[in-house]
């Protein structure tokens, strides 16, 4: 059974850093895309960004992009996002997601900037 | 980039009523569509897949038709359960784009 599991969320300053992870299983990671979309508090689902299997392939959101790292350790069969100079508009649930002919969701995590 | 366009942005109904939320998209994307159902505090739930597809373990009131870019998601028969925050995907590309979702609430 496909699973995804993320983590290191919470409430930090605006401008502080955060470094959410994903945790894979029930697949060959390391064959997949991987993807992190958000969603603000009472507003709908943003694509934010996409990495290729091998990494050679990365794009950002323009809401993100020069702030935010997309990375992922295919030994370990994880995704991460770094998070840099956010801001309270970064304030939202992450959710990593994989797509094949569907696409699989994680649980989300909360992300909250605030000081 | 893709735009994809849904309505309406509520719809208030009935249980046993048919439901019908349209998505369209800005230019074709063939058949990659889905459709989620949300409540509040989950993740999107997967209905439906690659425009058809019923994704399993969701009943077969659920439905999903269109190609190119029209498309529609039709609840037969709303069920209580189905009281719910509804939104399409475009996928098969790097970027993902969804519809600003459909509340469907209770009539």
Known sequence: EVELVESG?????????????????GFTFSSYSMYWVRQAPGKGLEWVSYISSGSSSIYYADSVKGRFTISRDNAKNSLFLQMNSL???DTAVYYCARETTTVDWGQGTLVTVSS | DIQMTQS???????VGDRVTITCRASQTISSW?????QKPG?????????ASSLESGVPSRFSGSGSGTEFTLTISSLQPDDFATYYCQHY????????????????
């Open chain 1, 9 to 25: 969320g919470g409430l930090v300053q605006p401008g502080g850093s955060l470094r959410l992870s994903c945790e894979a299983s």
């Open chain 1, 87 to 89: 801001r309270a508009e």
């Open chain 2, 8 to 14: 309406p942005s509520t719809l208030s109904a009935s």
């Open chain 2, 33 to 37: 569509l889905a459709w989620y159902q």
């Open chain 2, 42 to 50: 989950k993740a999107p739930k997967l209905l439906i897949y690659k």
């Open chain 2, 92 to 107: 098969n590309s790097y970027l993902w784009t969804f519809g600003h979702g459909t509340k469907v609430e209770i009539k």
